[in-house]
């Protein structure tokens, strides 16, 4: 049986506009045969929830260059848990300091992408996570 | 050159090399390809056939003279040296007071202002999109008590001060001058540069509010308020930097800022201004990345291509019309995370490519850039590079030292013919406008940082420390750590401004503003009246976001 394509959010929290990165990663996915829909700038973790919803997402990519994570991150998480999204996992890239990769990670995030990541990483890390769910 | 003897002599000696080159090549192939960030492949060696129809006045002449090739400046560095300009910023207007303080002690020369993203989206802090973000990338900047406090004892008719401020940047630029005004320096002494433009944050920054026609209309207004009132300030900074850091390559960098700043210039002459009325206060801003000798020449290029421009498509008079003036940053994309020490070389090489490409002012990264905003002990380190460039290694001696380089020349006319050939495109498709519009600069830019991304997973680019010559220990660094009280007390500093000040200015000056923005006025002298009366940033912005709509973004990738 055929598997259908994983569906991901890539989406930028916050107010920063260097959106390199998530266009890059985006399309990196795309071409690994992931179905993408990337958000644009300036998403709240209302607008970022919502939109995954709607679009049945199972992964959210979230990236963020202005150091706002701490507030916006676990926002996201903490309305995925309301909304009892348990399966959808939450995945961050951009510039986070070592010391708050802890912080998230015990908040829910699955994975947390620094600078120097490869596109490669992202991809075989979330198809990872979605062999072990079978 | 062009004598035939000589020409068949070169070329017979060149014969001979090849042979040598072949059986090198036997022995040894080559390491790769070798290729310029925009993609040309280079020759082994350039030598005097590489320049065959090269004419030394018609392409460089001497710095000063048109078109300006070699150097804006008829000695270039031996007069004075560039300015050296940090961008600085960060929580609330008393932390980046210190730190522009501590610069200025240090030997900085100018003043470059970091504003945090909400002052830079037109949102005061307490505004609930501010949530995390306030005096994270910058300063906090609400209100003209905010800037009262970011300039204190600052002298403002002594510094030159830059602000990177683009969709509020009539804004920012009222409150500078109400505080010029209040230290009794008269306004044609205040020195400096708003960024302003807005066409580059539609493609590559991120930070604009309004939509592109409603912008260029606010741009057009600050060139003509500015030029009567404020001469000797930088009524925009047409900038490169961001579509670099986007992705793009040296050549596109070039281009689209080039055809941004036709853009302008056609806005501006549409509104009526006379060329050499505002041009000659246009200025530029690009990056300085890794591929030294295509950066320098891309700087040459830039030069000659924005004097040809100048000259003979808009027809200006003024030498000072056709001089391209530019700041330099170096690249920020290009940092690492991993042994973030090597930065500093990194940034050295450089900004020693902006130094030679003949730059007037220069913003060195800090080498924990990837990781945080920078330390005072890495700022510093920073600034000592620009100082060990300016007055340690004699590259400031002579001007244009690389000019007559058959490399350098061979590479400044190759950027210089690819980059036309983008602004023609460009000038087809309707100009910069409507290609931002279409989304072809965008999806270009993209193109290129994917292609970027994959040659450094292939290890067709080597980045030093992430994809060889990795390291597994880990280097510590101590990294600048935010007050997290930041936010919380802007939010009461704006609420005391509310209490103290007279609403009832503050209402007449937002509804003349109103009323302004839906006619045809110059919107400055409102915007100014609106500042004095503390009105907040977030509350002109406001007004004009009701009156001009709110910019779309089409996302592309």
Redesign the interface.
């Known amino acids: 049986m055929a598997d259908k394509p994983l569906r991901v959010l890539v989406g930028k929290i ?7 990165g ?3 990663v ?3 996915l795309r071409d690994a045969g992931m179905e ?1 829909i ?5 998403q ?1 973790p209302e607008q970022i929830v919502e939109t995954a919803l709607q679009e049945d997402v199972q992964v959210i990519g979230l990236s963020i260059l ?7 991150i676990p926002a996201v998480l903490e309305m995925l848990r309301e909304q009892e999204s348990h399966d959808i996992i939450v995945i961050v890239g951009g ?1 986070i ?1 070592k010391e708050d990769i802890g912080y998230l990670k015990e908040n829910g995030v699955a994975g947390v992408f ?3 990541s ?3 990483q992202i991809v075989s890390f979330i198809k990872q996570r979605f062999k072990e769910k079978k | 050159m062009s004598d035939q003897n000589n020409l068949d002599e070169l070329l017979r000696a060149k014969e001979a090399w090849q042979e040598k080159v072949n059986k090198a090549l036997e022995k040894q192939p080559e390491r790769k390809e070798f290729k310029l960030d925009s993609d040309l492949e280079l020759e082994k060696v350039y030598d005097p056939l590489d320049l065959e129809d090269f004419d030394y006045l018609s392409q460089l002449s001497w710095p000063g003279q048109y078109p300006f090739t070699r150097g804006i400046q008829p000695n270039m560095y031996r007069g004075r040296l560039w300015t050296m300009r940090q961008y600085a910023g960060f929580g609330s207007a008393e932390e980046t007071n210190q730190r522009f303080r501590y610069l200025l002690a240090e030997g900085q020369t100018g003043i470059s202002v970091a504003f945090d993203l909400p002052t830079q989206i037109g949102y005061d802090s307490d505004h609930p999109l501010a949530r995390g973000e306030v005096g994270k990338v910058g300063v906090a900047i609400d209100s003209l008590v905010d800037m009262e406090i970011l300039m204190n004892q600052i002298p403002l008719d002594q510094v030159s001060t830059s602000m990177t401020i683009n969709a509020p940047a009539a804004v920012l630029l009222a409150m500078y001058m109400a505080v010029a005004e209040k230290q009794g320096i008269p306004l044609d002494k205040i020195k400096g540069t708003i960024q302003n433009d807005i066409l580059k944050e539609y493609a590559a920054r991120g930070t604009y509010i309004f939509p592109p026609r409603e912008s260029m209309r606010l741009v057009v207004d600050i060139f003509s308020f500015a030029g009567k009132e404020i001469p000797n300030w930088n009524t925009i900074s047409i900038s490169g930097y961001h579509i670099r850091e986007a992705g793009s390559t040296a050549v596109q960098e070039v281009a689209f800022t080039l055809s941004n700043a036709i853009a302008y210039v056609e806005a501006a002459r549409e509104a009526g201004l006379e060329v050499d009325q505002f041009a000659p206060r246009l200025s530029f801003f690009f990056n300085a990345h890794s591929n030294f000798f295509e950066e320098v020449a891309k700087f040459r290029a830039a030069r000659r291509i924005w004097a040809h421009l100048m000259k003979e498509r808009f027809g200006a008079k003024n030498p000072r019309s056709m001089m391209l003036r530019f700041h330099t940053q170096t690249a920020g994309c290009t940092l690492t995370a991993q042994q973030p020490d090597v930065n500093l070389v990194r940034v050295a090489f450089q900004a020693l490519s902006a130094v030679l490409g003949g730059t007037q002012s220069l913003h060195t990264n800090s080498r924990d850039e990837a990781l945080a905003l920078p330390s005072e002990q890495s700022v510093l380190l920073a600034l000592r590079t620009q100082q060990v460039i300016g007055h340690e290694i004699g590259v400031t001696d002579t001007a244009d030292p690389l000019g007559g380089s058959y490399f350098i020349e061979s590479l400044t006319d190759h950027i210089e013919e690819e980059a036309l050939r983008y602004i023609d495109r460009i000038d087809e498709i309707g100009g910069a406008v409507a290609a931002i519009e279409n989304g072809f600069i965008q999806q270009e830019i993209h193109s290129s940082a994917y292609r970027y991304q994959k040659e450094v997973e292939a290890y067709k680019r080597t980045v030093v420390g992430v994809n060889r010559f990795t390291d597994s220990g880990e280097q510590s660094i101590d990294l600048l750590k935010m007050d997290p009280a930041t936010s919380r007390r802007q939010n009461e500093r704006i609420k005391e401004i509310r209490l103290s000040r007279s609403q009832g200015a503050v209402n007449s000056a937002l509804q003349d503003l109103r009323k302004a923005a839906n006619g045809k006025d110059n919107l400055m002298p409102y915007i100014l009246t609106a500042v004095k009366a503390y009105a907040t940033l977030g509350e002109i912005c406001g007004v004009l976001r009701e009156v001009f709509g709110e910019h779309q973004q089409q996302n592309i990738f």
């Open positions: 916050g107010l920063d506009g260097h959106d390199r998530a266009k890059v985006a399309q990196a993408v990337y958000t644009g700038l300036r709240t202005s150091g706002a994570h701490i507030q916006l510039i300091p620094s600078p120097g490869t596109t490669e």
